[in-house]
């Protein structure tokens, strides 16, 4: 089992920057990947951001290129997710997942089904 724990959400102004944390414990020597989803009221689960644990591949949603960044610290088993030029639509509860499948493609860290475990979620508010 793989434990994760998310941090530093809050409310902020548009335009605005926040640095989400997520660090994970247990059975972390397996992990392959991490990736940030959110949730906003009234819609879908839908993906921000991913990066593979060995080569640290990045993938992002197009809703979040250029002004999202995602990185990992291995030695910390913890994932960052820095979010600038923040807008009201990014407005969620943003989840950290993990996964410890050996599968390289795309797609299993750009959907949830493509992970295993899960974070308890932390709110992003942003104000206009």
């Known amino acids: 089992q793989v434990q994760l724990v998310e941090s530093g959400g809050g409310l902020v102004q548009a335009g605005g920057s926040l640095r989400l944390s997520c660090a994970a414990s247990?059975?972390?020597?397996?992990?392959?990947?991490m990736g940030w989803f959110r949730q906003a009221p009234g819609k879908e689960r839908e993906f921000v951001a991913a990066i593979s644990w060995s080569i640290a591949t990045t993938y992002y949603a197009d809703s979040v290129k250029g002004r999202f960044t995602i990185s990992r610290d291995s030695a910390k088993n913890t994932v960052y997710l820095q979010m600038n030029s923040l807008k009201p639509e990014d407005t969620a509860v943003y989840y950290c997942?993990?996964?410890?499948?050996?599968?390289?493609?795309?797609?299993?860290?750009?959907?949830?089904?493509?992970?295993?475990?899960w974070g308890q979620g932390t709110q992003v508010t942003v104000s206009s």
């Open positions: 247990g059975r972390t020597f397996s992990t392959t990947g």
């Open positions: 997942a993990s996964r410890s499948t050996p599968y390289s493609s795309s797609v299993y860290y750009t959907n949830g089904y493509g992970y295993e475990y």
